[in-house]
C-alpha cells in the first residue's frame, strides 16, 4: 500500500508522531553556517548571513571583505552588500516583523537594512552602550534586549518607534548564564519582561523593578520560551531538561539527558516537544517516554515556526512537525479509519477495482467525516502530488455524501494554489498552511512587493480577489527610482500600461512619487491622468503647475479647490497682489473691487460700487452732515461712469434724479429743522411735505420729479386720509376734476373705514361696476347690487352675491363648528 | 408634537439617512468628553431640530448657544463650534477666542465645519492666528429627510447667488449629496437636467462617479434602486413661484411662512389662552389630518373639514341620545382622539380664510391669471402702475412685475425705463440696485425677441379650463387652473425624456440634457412607460419605480403638492421623492434680490 512509504518517515515520540519533510536543497553554494552569523525571518523568510568576525579568516579561501547577503529559504542569494560599518564587532542582527535587519554592532548602533541589502537607517542605542560595549543581545519579534559590559540591560521595546528603554539595575557581578524574554504582549506587566539565569536562580527583569524566580532550581544554561510565553524550556547545570510554566511554578517535563554539557541550541517545536542540538545530534523530548534522536554530520540552524522548526543545515532545510491527526488516520500503519478507507477506495477506483464500492459501503455513515480528513490532510502535505491524491480522494468521496459543504474543498484548493506558488524554489517561501492563515494573504502579498515578485503578487492578489492597487502602486515607484536613465514618454507609457489595470488608483500618489524623484516633468504627465480633483489640484500646485490646477479646479466645480489653487497663486506671488487680496477679503471694501472691474472695464459695475459707497456714508452715524458733500460727489462720480456706455443712460440719470433728490431733501431739511426726509423715496418725500402741510414744497417736489398725474393723486388722497384731513380731501376732489377718476379718494376713505366719507365719492365713480365693488367693500349689498344690474355684468353680479353670502356663511360656519367642539371637556 | 418627521412610510430608506447624521453629531459630542459648550450657526438650528432633540443634545453634556457677532459668555472650558463653511461667521469664532484670549482665558475650542471644511474659511481663521487654537472637523451633513418624500439639502442657497453672483459652491455640494444617496442606492441610471445648475450639478455627479465611482458589483446592489435623477433648475420657471399658491400647506407659508416644517403663530390664533406668547405648530406629515389635508386646493380643505366636524357631532348626538353596543363607543373614543389634531387645523384654516375672503386677494388672483394668459397687455400694465403708484409692498409689485417681464419676454424698451423709474420713485434710488440683480437673473427684462410664453404656454396647457379642485384630475388644480411649468416638465421628462419636448425646452432658458449612466445600458429606460405592460408588472410586486426630483434653487409648497398629485396617480407607475435646496414662496425669492446696501 502506498500509505506505507509515507508512514514510514514518522517517528513515535510519546504518542505522536513526527516528521520532517525536506522542503528545500539549498540553491547556494559554500556557505558554512559554522563560520557566518545568521539570522532566519519566521514565516519562511529571508536568511541573512554574514561571516563572524569572531572566527578566523581563512586567507585565500574567502574574500577578506566582509559581505552581508540575503538568501531566500531556498538558498537562493537575493542580495548582497559589502559590510563596512564601524561600530566594532556585530554582536546580532535578526529580522523585525516586517522583514527589516537589525543589526547590532559593539557600541550599541543599530543600521537597518532592508530585504534587498540597502541601508534604511541607523540609531543609538544610547551613551551606556557607547561607553560600554554591548556584550550579548537576545531579539523577538519586533524588539531586542542588550546586556553591556557593565551589566546594564537596555531594551528596544519596538524597532519601528527606535528609542531604547533602560532596565531596572539588577546589580550583576558577572554575565547571566543565560536569557529569555517574554514579549510584552504577552508579559503580565505590559512591557518588555526578562528572564536572567543567574546563580542558582532566575530573575525577572523589567523596566520597573527585579523579582527573583525559581530560587534553588540550580544554575540554568539554558533557556527558551514557548512561543506565546506560557511555558519555558530550560537545561541545567546537571543536564536535565526542564519545562516548567514560565513563572516557575509548575513542573512538566524533567527529563535528564546523556551529557551535562548544555546544547548549542534548544527550541520549541509547537508547542508540545523541545528540542536540543548539540553537535551531530538533535533531540526531540516529548512529555513523557523516550526521545526522538536524529544525526546531524553537519550544523544545522533551528528556526522556531508556529507549528513546528525548520531545521536549516549546509545543504538543506527541513520541516520538523508533528504529524497531524487526519494524516495518521490516513497513512497510520493498519489504520482501518473511514478516511483511510476511502483513500484506499480511490486507489481501487483508479485500477478499476470492485473494492472500491467495498471500502464506500464500509464508511458510508461516516463518509463526510472521512472526506473532511482527506480535505484536511491534503492542507499540510508540501509534495503537490500527495496534495492533488488527498484531494481527489475527498472528491471522490464527496460525490457519494450529500450533506457536505461543498466550498470547503474550493477553499482549501485556492489556498493550496497559493502555497505552491510561493513555495517555488524561485521564490522560496516555504509556507505551511498554519502559518499562511496566522501570517494572513495580505501580509504574504506584502512581502511579496517587498521582495520585488510584483508579477506573483499581482497574480495572486487577483486570485484572491484582493486589491491589486498596493502591488501595483508598489511596482510603479519602484519601477520609477530604478527607471533613471529611461525617458521620461517612455517611462510613462510603460507606468500607464500597468496603471490603468488597477480603477481608481491614485495617479497622484504615483505622480507625487515621480516628483519626489527628482522627475517633475514625468509627474505632471502623470498627475494629467489623476481623475480625483480633490487629489490632483494639490498636486499640481506642488509641482509648480498653477494654471493647470486653476483650469482643473473651475471644471471640477468644487469651489474650494479653485479657493486653494487662487490663495496658492496669491500666496506665492506678488506680495503687493496678495496684499490687496487680504486686504479685500477682510474689510469687504470695494477698492480692490473696484481696482479688478476698471481692470476689466467694467466701468458700469465701477459705477454702482461708487453708488453704494455714497450709500453707506450715509449710514455712518458721526459723519452724518458732513457727508453730504462726499455723497454728492461719488454718485456724480457714479452718473458719468454709466454715461460711458449707452446700455447705462437709464441709470446715468437715475444717478442725477438721485443727487437731485439729495439736494432738495436737504433744502428741506434745513427749511423745516427736521431731518425727516433725506434717503426717503421722492414720493415718500412728497407725503411727508403734505403731513406736514407743506403744500408748497411737495407741488415744488411734484414738478422737479415730473410727477404723474396717477401717482399724485393715489399719493395725495392717502397723505390726506393719513392725516384725516378730510375738508382738505373734498376740496382737493374739487380743484378739478380728477384726471384719473374718484377711485382714490373712495379707496382712501375705505382703507380708513371712513364710511360717510367715502360715500361723498362713491356715486361719482363713473363706471357702474367699480361703483358696485366700492359700495360692496363697505357693506352696502343692496346699493352694490343696485350698481352691479346697472353695469349689466351678470357676472360681477354673481361674484358679488357669492362674496356676501360666502362671507356670511363662512364665518357662522366656522361659528357653530367651534361650538361643536366644545365638547371637548368631556374626554 | 415632535418636529422630527415619521419617515417609516419613505419608499427608500431615509430613517438610514437621518440615524446616519444622528450619529455623526451625537459622536462628535460624546467624542469631546465632559462638558462643552456647543455655539451653532443660527442657520443650521432649524436643521438640527429636524435631527435631534434638544434634550438629547443637552445629555451629551452640551450648553446650546447660537452664534453672533457678540462672543459667546459661558462658563464652560470646551467650546464646540458648529457652524457652515462661511468666511463671515469665521470673524464671529475669531472674535469669541480673541476676546477669551484678552482675557486670559484658556478654553479647548473645536470648530465642526458643515458639511465640509474650506480654504477660504480656514485662510481666514489663520489670518486672524486662532487656526492654531481650534480642533477642526467636519460634520458631513449633506442631506436631510424633511419628510417622507422630502430631502433637503440643507443649502441656503439663493437664486441671487446662482444668478447674479456665479457662485457655484452650492452646485457642487447638491451633486456630492446625490451622489452619496448613490452609495446606499446604487447608480442613477438615467439623467434628466433643464437649466445652467441643473446641468452643472449633472456634470460635476458625472465627474464625482469617475472620481469615485459606486461600485454596483462590490456592494452587492443588483440594480440601482432610483430609476431617473430628474434635475430641474429653478431659473427654467420663475413663472410659478410668482403666483400665489392655492394648496393648504402652500396658502400657510404664503401668509405665515414655514420654517423647518414648522409654523410659527399668536397663541390666541390657536385657540390658547395666553395672549402675546407665540405657538410653534409642526407641519409634517406624521400628522395625519394634515398628511391628508396639505396638498389640496384650500377651498377643498375648508370643506373636508367641515364634513369632519360635522360627522362628529353626528356621532356625539348618537352617543348622547342612542344606547352603543361597547365596540361603538370604543370606535368613538379613537375618533375623538383625532380632536387635537382637528381642533388645531380648524383654527389655522380660519385664520387662513381672513386673508382669502378679503377682495384684495381675489382682485389678486384675477391679474395673476389675466398675466398669465398674456392677451391683456394694457390691463396688466396698468394695474401694475397703480400698484407702483399706491406704493403696494415692494416684493408684492415685484412678483406681478416679473410675471409681466417673463410672460411678455421682456417689456418694451419705454415701458421698461418707465416702470423702472416709477419704481425709483416709490421706493426709493437705493432700489437701482434691486433692478441691477433682476435684470441680471433676467428676471426683469428688455424685450429684445418675440414673446413665446404663448406657445410655451399652449404646447404644455399651462392653462386648463374648468378644473375640479375637489376631485382633480390634472396638477392644474394646485393654482386652480394653472399647471406649473415645472411640474409640467417634471411630467415630461419621467414620462418620455425630453426627446418629444425638445422644441419647447429650446425656448426656456439653459441647456438640456440626457444621460445615461454606470453601464446599465441592459436596463429599459422606460422611455415609452405609461400604460405598458412593464408598469403593471411592477404594481403587481408592489414596489414601483423611484424617481428623484431634484430642484436646484428653491422650491415652493405648491410645486411639491403637485409632484406627490402626479405620484398618487393610478397610471403612474413611479413613486417620486423630492430633493430641495429649500422652500421658497415669491416674497421669500423675490426678498433676496431686494438691496442689501442698507446691511
Redesign the interface.
Known amino acids: 500500500m502506498a500509505g506505507v512509504s509515507v508512514a514510514a518517515e514518522w517517528q513515535l515520540l510519546y504518542n505522536r508522531y513526527y516528521r520532517k519533510p525536506e522542503l528545500y536543497q539549498m540553491e547556494w553554494k559554500q556557505v558554512d553556517l559554522t563560520r557566518n552569523k545568521i539570522a532566519c525571518a519566521p514565516f519562511a523568510g529571508p536568511i541573512a548571513a554574514i561571516r563572524d568576525d569572531a572566527k578566523i579568516v581563512h586567507l585565500y579561501a574567502e574574500s577578506a571583505l566582509r559581505k552581508l547577503r540575503i538568501f531566500t529559504s531556498s538558498g537562493r542569494l537575493t542580495a548582497e552588500a559589502v559590510w563596512r560599518n564601524p561600530g566594532g564587532r556585530l554582536v546580532g542582527m535578526s529580522w523585525t516583523d516586517d522583514l527589516t535587519l537589525a543589526c547590532i554592532t559593539q557600541d550599541g548602533t543599530v543600521y537597518s537594512y532592508s530585504v534587498h541589502a540597502k541601508l534604511l537607517g541607523t540609531f543609538s542605542l544610547g551613551r551606556e552602550c557607547f561607553d560600554n560595549s554591548v556584550v550579548d543581545c537576545l531579539f523577538w519579534g519586533n524588539g531586542v534586549v542588550c546586556i553591556t559590559e557593565a551589566f546594564e540591560m537596555l531594551a528596544v521595546p519596538d524597532f519601528k518607534a527606535p528609542r531604547a528603554v533602560k532596565l531596572a539595575d539588577c546589580g550583576l557581578e558577572e554575565l547571566p548564564h543565560c536569557m529569555a524574554v517574554i514579549e510584552p504582549q504577552y508579559a503580565k506587566s505590559g512591557g518588555v519582561e526578562v528572564l536572567l539565569g543567574i546563580g542558582d536562580h532566575v530573575l525577572l527583569v523589567d523596566e520597573g523593578g527585579i523579582q527573583t524566580l525559581a530560587a534553588g532550581i540550580g544554575p540554568l544554561q539554558k533557556m527558551v520560551l514557548s512561543r506565546k510565553g506560557e511555558f519555558v524550556a530550560s537545561f541545567t547545570h546537571d543536564g536535565r531538561l526542564l519545562v516548567m510554566s514560565s513563572d516557575f511554578s509548575k513542573e512538566f517535563i524533567d527529563y535528564t539527558c546523556e551529557s551535562a554539557l548544555p546544547p548549542d541550541q534548544l527550541a520549541w517545536c509547537g508547542s508540545d516537544a523541545v528540542l536540543l542540538y548539540w553537535e551531530d545530534i538533535l533531540l526531540m523530548v516529548g512529555p513523557h517516554d523516550e526521545p526522538v534522536r536524529y544525526i546531524y554530520d553537519e550544523p544545522i540552524i533551528l528556526i522556531p515556526e508556529c507549528d513546528g522548526v525548520r531545521i536549516l543545515s549546509n545543504t538543506t532545510m527541513e520541516f520538523l512537525h508533528r504529524v497531524p491527526d487526519s494524516t495518521v488516520s490516513i497513512f497510520g500503519i493498519g489504520s482501518i479509519s473511514p478516511p483511510a478507507l476511502l483513500y484506499d477506495a480511490l486507489e481501487h477506483f483508479d485500477r478499476r477495482s470492485a473494492k472500491a464500492a467495498e471500502n464506500l459501503k464500509l464508511i458510508c455513515s461516516s463518509l463526510p467525516e472521512a472526506v473532511e480528513s482527506c480535505i484536511d490532510a491534503a492542507g499540510y502535505e508540501f509534495d503537490i502530488s500527495l496534495q492533488r491524491t488527498l484531494l481527489r480522494a475527498a472528491s471522490y468521496g464527496q460525490a457519494f455524501s450529500s450533506h457536505f459543504r461543498r466550498d470547503s474543498v474550493r477553499e482549501l484548493c485556492q489556498m493550496l494554489r497559493v502555497l505552491n506558488a510561493v513555495r517555488d524554489v524561485n521564490i522560496g517561501i516555504p509556507l505551511s498552511l498554519q502559518q499562511y492563515k496566522l501570517l494572513t494573504p495580505s501580509v504574504l502579498i506584502n512581502r511579496l512587493i517587498n521582495a520585488h515578485k510584483h508579477l506573483l503578487a499581482l497574480r495572486l492578489s487577483e486570485y484572491l480577489g484582493l486589491s491589486q492597487e498596493v502591488v501595483i502602486m508598489h511596482w510603479t515607484c519602484t519601477k520609477i527610482s530604478a527607471s533613471a536613465m529611461i525617458p521620461d514618454a517612455t517611462l510613462l507609457q510603460s507606468l500607464l500600461d500597468k496603471l490603468k489595470i488597477c480603477k481608481g488608483i491614485s495617479y497622484a500618489a504615483v505622480a507625487a512619487h515621480a516628483d519626489k524623484s527628482g522627475r517633475r516633468k514625468l509627474a505632471s504627465m502623470l498627475v494629467e491622468h489623476e481623475p480625483r480633483s480633490s487629489k490632483q489640484i494639490p498636486l499640481l500646485l506642488s509641482i509648480g503647475e498653477e494654471h493647470s490646477a486653476l483650469v482643473k479646479a473651475t471644471e471640477s466645480g468644487d469651489t474650494d479647490l479653485v479657493y486653494l489653487v487662487m490663495f496658492h497663486i496669491w500666496k506665492k506671488t506678488r506680495p503687493l497682489a496678495r496684499d490687496l487680496f487680504i486686504k479685500y477679503a477682510r474689510c469687504y471694501k470695494h477698492e480692490f473691487l473696484k481696482d479688478f472691474f476698471l481692470s476689466t472695464g467694467q466701468l458700469q459695475e465701477v459705477a454702482y460700487l461708487l453708488w453704494k459707497e455714497s450709500w453707506e456714508l450715509a449710514k455712518e452715524p458721526r459723519a452724518k452732515g458732513s457727508s453730504f458733500g462726499p455723497r454728492i460727489k461719488l454718485i456724480e462720480k457714479a452718473s458719468n461712469l454709466f454715461a460711458e456706455s449707452r446700455e447705462h443712460m437709464f441709470e446715468s440719470k437715475a444717478a442725477e434724479e438721485h443727487a437731485k433728490l439729495l439736494r432738495i431733501q436737504r433744502e428741506l431739511e434745513i427749511t423745516t429743522k427736521q431731518a425727516i426726509f433725506l434717503d426717503s423715496s421722492v414720493s415718500d418725500t412728497i407725503r411727508t411735505c403734505i403731513v406736514l402741510g407743506n403744500h408748497r414744497a411737495a407741488n415744488k417736489v411734484r414738478a422737479e420729479f415730473k410727477v404723474s398725474d396717477k401717482r399724485w393723486y393715489w399719493l395725495k388722497c392717502f397723505a390726506l386720509a393719513t392725516i384725516q384731513d378730510w375738508d382738505a380731501l373734498e376740496k382737493f376732489s374739487r380743484e378739478k376734476r380728477p384726471p384719473i377718476g374718484y377711485r382714490p379718494f373712495v379707496e382712501a376713505c375705505v382703507d380708513a373705514g371712513e364710511k360717510a366719507e367715502a360715500l361723498k365719492y362713491i356715486p361719482k365713480l363713473s363706471d357702474p361696476s367699480e361703483r358696485a365693488e366700492a359700495y360692496a367693500k363697505i357693506g352696502m349689498a343692496k346699493e352694490a347690487a343696485d350698481a352691479a344690474s346697472q353695469s349689466k355684468d351678470s357676472e360681477l353680479l354673481a361674484r358679488l352675491r357669492e362674496s356676501f353670502s360666502q362671507n356670511a356663511r363662512g364665518s357662522s360656519i366656522f361659528d357653530t363648528l367651534r361650538d361643536r367642539l366644545s365638547f371637548q371637556a368631556l374626554s | 408634537m415632535s418636529q422630527i418627521p415619521n419617515l417609516e412610510n419613505a419608499p427608500i430608506n431615509l430613517t438610514e439617512i437621518r440615524t446616519r447624521a444622528q450619529t455623526e453629531l451625537l459622536n462628535i459630542l460624546r467624542d469631546i468628553k465632559g462638558d462643552k459648550c456647543l455655539v451653532i450657526d443660527p442657520k443650521l438650528s432649524g436643521a438640527l431640530s429636524l435631527l435631534v432633540q434638544s434634550s438629547e443634545l443637552k445629555e451629551n453634556g452640551a450648553e446650546l448657544r447660537h452664534l453672533t457677532a457678540e462672543p459667546i459668555q459661558t462658563e464652560r472650558t470646551k467650546v464646540v463650534f458648529l457652524v457652515r463653511a462661511q468666511?463671515d461667521l469665521m470673524r464671529f469664532i475669531c472674535s469669541t477666542i480673541h476676546n477669551d484670549t484678552s482675557k486670559g482665558l484658556h478654553r479647548e475650542y473645536y470648530l465642526y465645519f458643515v458639511p465640509?471644511r474650506?480654504?477660504?474659511c480656514e485662510?481666514?481663521l489663520a489670518?486672524e492666528k486662532v487656526r492654531e487654537l481650534l480642533n477642526i472637523g467636519e460634520f458631513s451633513l449633506y442631506m436631510l429627510p424633511l419628510d417622507e418624500d422630502v430631502l433637503s439639502f440643507e443649502l441656503d442657497l439663493t437664486e441671487k447667488e446662482c444668478l447674479v453672483e456665479g457662485?457655484?459652491?452650492a452646485?457642487?455640494n447638491i451633486?456630492k449629496a446625490i451622489h452619496n444617496l448613490e452609495f446606499s442606492c446604487g447608480v442613477i441610471p438615467n439623467v434628466r437636467a433643464k437649466g445652467k445648475g441643473a446641468a452643472?450639478v449633472a456634470?460635476?455627479l458625472t465627474?464625482m462617479q469617475?472620481?469615485?465611482?459606486v461600485n454596483t458589483s462590490n456592494m452587492g446592489i443588483p440594480l440601482p434602486e432610483i430609476n431617473t435623477l430628474v434635475l430641474l433648475d429653478r431659473e427654467v420657471d420663475m413663472i410659478t413661484p410668482m403666483l400665489t399658491q392655492l394648496t393648504y400647506e402652500g396658502l400657510i407659508d404664503e401668509f405665515l411662512g414655514v420654517k423647518n416644517g414648522a409654523v410659527e403663530l399668536d397663541a390666541s390664533i390657536m385657540g390658547n389662552q395666553q395672549e402675546g406668547k407665540k405657538a410653534k405648530v409642526p407641519l409634517n406629515s406624521s400628522d395625519k389630518l394634515f398628511r391628508e389635508t396639505r396638498d389640496l386646493n384650500f377651498e377643498v380643505v375648508v370643506q373636508v373639514?367641515?364634513q369632519k366636524?360635522?360627522s362628529?357631532?353626528q356621532d356625539?348626538t348618537e352617543i348622547s341620545t342612542t344606547t352603543q353596543t361597547v365596540s361603538e363607543l370604543k370606535d368613538f373614543?379613537k375618533k375623538?382622539n383625532s380632536?387635537p389634531e382637528?381642533?388645531r387645523h380648524?383654527n389655522l384654516a380660519?385664520h387662513l380664510?381672513t386673508f382669502t375672503?378679503k377682495?384684495i386677494f381675489?382682485e389678486r388672483l384675477d391679474m395673476e391669471q389675466t398675466l398669465v394668459e398674456a392677451q391683456s397687455y394694457d390691463i396688466c400694465f396698468d394695474y401694475i402702475?397703480?400698484l407702483?403708484?399706491?406704493?403696494e409692498p415692494l416684493e408684492k409689485v415685484l412678483r406681478l412685475l416679473i410675471l409681466f417681464s417673463i410672460t411678455n419676454s421682456g417689456l418694451p424698451k419705454k415701458h421698461f425705463?418707465y416702470l423702472?423709474?416709477?419704481l425709483?420713485?416709490?421706493?426709493?434710488?437705493?432700489h437701482?440696485?434691486t433692478l441691477?440683480s433682476l435684470e441680471k437673473a433676467g428676471l426683469l427684462r428688455k424685450q429684445d425677441s418675440r414673446g413665446n410664453w404663448l406657445t410655451i404656454k399652449r404646447a404644455l396647457q399651462l392653462l386648463v379650463e374648468d378644473t375640479d379642485t375637489t376631485n382633480p384630475n390634472d396638477i392644474s388644480y394646485v393654482f386652480s387652473g394653472y399647471a406649473p411649468l415645472s411640474i409640467r416638465l417634471v411630467q415630461h421628462a419621467i414620462r418620455s425624456g425630453w426627446r418629444s419636448l425638445e422644441e419647447i425646452l429650446k425656448l426656456l432658458p439653459g441647456p438640456q440634457l440626457e444621460t445615461k449612466r454606470g453601464g446599465f445600458s441592459s436596463i429599459p429606460s422606460y422611455d415609452t412607460l405609461p400604460g405598458s405592460l412593464n408598469s403593471s408588472e411592477k404594481l403587481a410586486n408592489g414596489r414601483r419605480d423611484l424617481v428623484l426630483v431634484v430642484f436646484v434653487g428653491g422650491v415652493t409648497f405648491a410645486e411639491i403638492s403637485a409632484l406627490r398629485f402626479l405620484s398618487s396617480q393610478e397610471g403612474m407607475a413611479y413613486d417620486l421623492i423630492i430633493g430641495i435646496t429649500k422652500v421658497v414662496n415669491g416674497r421669500t425669492l423675490i426678498e433676496t434680490f431686494i438691496s442689501d446696501?442698507?446691511k
Do not use: H
Open positions: 468666511p465640509r474650506l480654504v477660504s485662510n481666514v489670518e457662485d457655484e459652491t452646485f457642487w451633486a452643472r456634470d460635476i465627474r469617475t472620481e469615485e465611482p373639514l367641515r366636524a360635522t362628529m357631532k356625539y373614543v375623538l380632536l382637528m381642533t380648524i380660519q380664510t375672503s377682495s381675489a402702475e397703480e407702483l403708484c399706491k406704493q425705463d423702472r423709474r416709477e425709483l420713485i416709490s421706493y426709493g434710488p437705493e437701482i440696485n441691477d446696501w442698507d
